[in-house]
């Protein structure tokens, strides 16, 4: 029962043994250039995390991959596909295995409080147009253990599921609502919005934001019609952009 319905993310799709990182690749490629194109790959010799650091996936037994896009899309909807893409991972999750996911801002997702994914965003741009768009996901699948030190405790699908699964029903379940939030967020985006908090535990709780030149510390109050984090701080109300900062 794999089944891709989707009209265009996934149509071109590039399947690789090993690459330095799916998001360098896709985004240097000018063979592999159609919006919605997909490249996956088994191992990734530099997978990236925010901030140079690193994501680290055994070879064969996880997802990682890359979608391009290619639409001129504001500032503003770069925010907005950052959510979707985390919300298109839980979405999954919870389909096919019933699995109990939060959704961390910007983007981490969350079972049992173990990182199950993550995602990075990176664009290339000609003056003040973004001409290409990046969304890097990695999901722990079928990694049975993840040895190393980690500031939040990994964890898969196998651990939490208790089973081995199939990557494939998962790329594609993936990339059905992949898309199908894409097509939301130009029409409806609150509804995508709505159904992020809905999973975010952390709204309404203390949390601390650091940033490289200075850590906040306040309520997590919501996130705004754009997807930004609003902080309540002692003295004032901060709009937290995603691209610079950890959130504890
Ligand atoms: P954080 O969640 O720590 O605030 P972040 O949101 O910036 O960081 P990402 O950019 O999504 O995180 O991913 C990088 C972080 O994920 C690194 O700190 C790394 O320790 C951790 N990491 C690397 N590989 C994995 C993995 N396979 N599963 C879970 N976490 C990982």
């Given at each position: 029962d794999i089944k891709l319905d989707t009209e265009i993310i996934g149509r071109n799709f590039v399947y690789c043994d090993?690459?330095?990182?799916t998001n360098d690749l896709l985004l240097k490629s000018k063979d592999f250039n159609q919006h919605g194109a997909v490249l996956l790959a088994e191992?990734?010799?530099h997978g990236k995390g925010r901030k140079n650091r690193e994501w680290i996936s055994n070879s064969g037994q996880n997802l990682t991959f890359s979608i391009l896009l290619k639409q001129n899309y504001p500032e503003k909807k770069i925010n907005l596909i950052n959510l979707l893409s985390s919300l298109a991972v839980a979405q999954a999750l919870e389909n096919l295995y019933q699995l109990n996911v939060e959704l961390k801002w910007p983007n981490d997702v969350l079972v049992n409080k173990k990182k199950i994914a993550g995602i990075l965003l990176e664009s290339t741009s000609k003056g003040k147009k973004i001409e290409k768009l990046v969304v890097g996901v990695g999901i722990n699948v079928n990694q049975p253990n993840f040895p190393g030190k980690f500031e939040i405790q990994p964890t898969s699908i196998r651990k939490e599921f208790k089973s081995i699964v199939s990557r494939e029903r998962l790329l594609s379940e993936f990339l059905n609502l992949f898309e199908y939030l894409l097509d939301t967020a130009?029409?409806?985006p609150d509804k995508i919005l709505n159904d992020w908090r809905e999973r975010c535990?952390?709204?309404?709780e203390k949390v601390k934001i650091i940033q490289d030149k200075q850590t906040l510390i306040g309520v997590f109050d919501d996130i705004d019609d754009d997807g930004y984090l609003i902080l309540k701080t002692a003295d004032k109300v901060e709009k937290i952009h995603y691209g610079d900062v950890s959130l504890r």
């Open positions: 090993e690459v330095e990182s191992y990734q010799t130009l029409e409806k535990k952390m709204i309404g």
